[in-house]
């Protein structure tokens, strides 16, 4: 028992010698890396100080010192940044659904300031910014070495004023110039409408007022339908759609969801990760759904699309979203000011980060662009194209009731609305169809 003892305590012993001469090298390190710390903060007040006495012209020492944080937060990442008061107050307007802007959601790459999206209703939607665009030019000066918060700076300002963008688009050859006046932005998060049997739920943005409005379009929807049995399924719309909102990205994932991991966030601590599960409840009452997306499909919508599809409670079609799959906290600063800092990535529920890669649809459907010359030429053969029924002197048809013929002419009148809805919205058509399509099977079933 003796010898046990002595080999346990000499283990013991030795354990404690062994630890003391790893941690002294450690320490030391430890030592030596705050050492370099403080010389390099040391080095930085030296460089500001001297910035102060002996640049060519007077700093405010304020900026000066707001700038070298904004810049510390952007070497980051393109979504780390600093939020001066104002910019700190005009972020939570932002939320609220109201804003004074152009209506684009923006990002860095590569110096450059490239479009996430452009707003639905807004004056850079409607003077044709599309997503993906580099904005290499604001006002004829050069965004290129400039932060992503002083690009945006020099396209903001009063609602009313103009501004020129000069934009590189792919497929097109040389850069050009849109022109576009500021304007209030207001946001309706969701739009609702119903196209046939199909319930169209366009989400446009993630504020405080999404999943209400979104509760709301849809039993108003169902309502004027005439209850829940006389819709085929609905379509979420997500395209240019840029994110915001965390909980509303949840709860709209939730509303579809009776169960199960809705989205995960994982930082650099395993403590730190967060799970977030659905609630029982469906507003679609089990009917189809299809996730419309593109590539000016970020954030929060690529967390619902993710959920979606991960669940297979809906069809993803489009092409590939966005790709942001990080989470950034705003933490409040002295003197009113924030940050903003990324301190997570999004997974979806089987485990994948969007980050980078984004959304790849269940069923890829890009957009056609139009084509003016293509419409013209349709157009004339349409005029010279003639039927039986033209034909003077044809045998009318009078084996046909009157109540079959209002039906066969109701299908037509349907069938000439998809038609028209194609030529104005390809992938909405193609959603569109494969509800009709899905719902075609189930009737056969039911029968």
Do not use: C, W
């Not at 510390?72 to 609220?96: E, G, I, N, W």
């Not at 989205?263 to 650099?268: D, E, K, W």
């Not at 494969?434 to 009737?443: E, M, N």
């Amino acid at each position: 028992m003796k010898k046990f003892l002595m080999a346990a305590g000499g283990g013991t012993l030795a354990g404690i010698i062994a630890t003391t001469q790893i941690a002294g090298p450690l320490l030391a390190q430890q030592a030596d890396a705050n050492a370099s710390v403080y010389e390099q903060l040391d080095l930085f007040g030296d460089i500001f100080e001297r910035i102060r006495a002996q640049y060519v012209e007077e700093v405010d020492p304020g900026e000066l010192i707001e700038a070298a944080i904004d810049g510390m937060l952007t070497s980051l990442d393109p979504h780390s940044s600093y939020l001066s008061p104002d910019d700190a107050k005009q972020m939570q307007v932002q939320t609220r659904g109201e804003f004074g802007g152009l209506g684009i959601e923006v990002t860095q790459e590569e110096g450059f300031v490239k479009v996430v999206s452009p707003i639905d209703g807004t004056p850079a939607e409607e003077a044709g910014i599309e997503a993906g665009d580099f904005i290499t030019h604001v006002d004829n000066e050069s965004v290129l070495g400039l932060s992503l918060d002083e690009a945006v700076d020099l396209m903001r300002g009063p609602v009313g004023s103009e501004i020129v963008i000069t934009v590189v688009r792919e497929g097109e050859s040389e850069p050009f110039d849109i022109s576009i006046v500021r304007d209030t932005i207001k946001l309706t998060a969701v739009r609702s409408r119903t196209q046939g049997e199909t319930v169209v739920m366009r989400i446009t943005t993630f504020n405080d007022q999404t999943y209400p409005n979104l509760k709301e379009g849809m039993e108003k929807e169902i309502e004027e339908a005439g209850g829940i049995d006389n819709v085929n399924g609905f379509v979420i719309d997500l395209r240019n759609n840029p994110g915001g909102l965390l909980t509303q990205a949840i709860r709209v994932s939730d509303a579809f969801l009776n169960e199960g991991e809705i989205v995960s966030t994982r930082g650099r601590k395993l403590e730190d990760g967060e799970r977030y599960n659905a609630t029982p409840g469906d507003l679609a009452e089990g009917k189809p759904i299809v996730v419309l997306i593109n590539g000016g499909s970020a954030s929060a919508s690529e967390i619902v699309a993710g959920a979606l599809q991960d669940h297979r409670r809906a069809i993803v079609v489009g092409t590939k979203s966005f790709g942001k799959g990080s989470v950034q906290t705003v933490m409040r600063l002295r003197q009113e000011g924030a940050m903003r800092l990324t301190t997570a990535r999004y997974y979806t529920p089987s485990g994948r980060s969007i980050q980078s890669l984004g959304i790849s649809p269940d069923i890829v459907v890009a957009q056609p662009r139009r084509n003016p010359d293509a419409e013209d030429e349709e157009e004339t053969t349409n005029r010279f194209q003639r039927s039986e029924a033209d034909l003077r002197g044809s045998l009318k048809n009078d084996s046909l009731s009157e109540d079959e013929i209002r039906q066969i002419e109701e299908d037509r009148a349907k069938a000439e609305e998809a038609a028209k809805l194609r030529e104005e919205d390809y992938q909405l058509a193609y959603a569109i169809d494969i509800l009709k399509g899905l719902s075609a099977i189930g009737d056969e079933f039911d029968n």
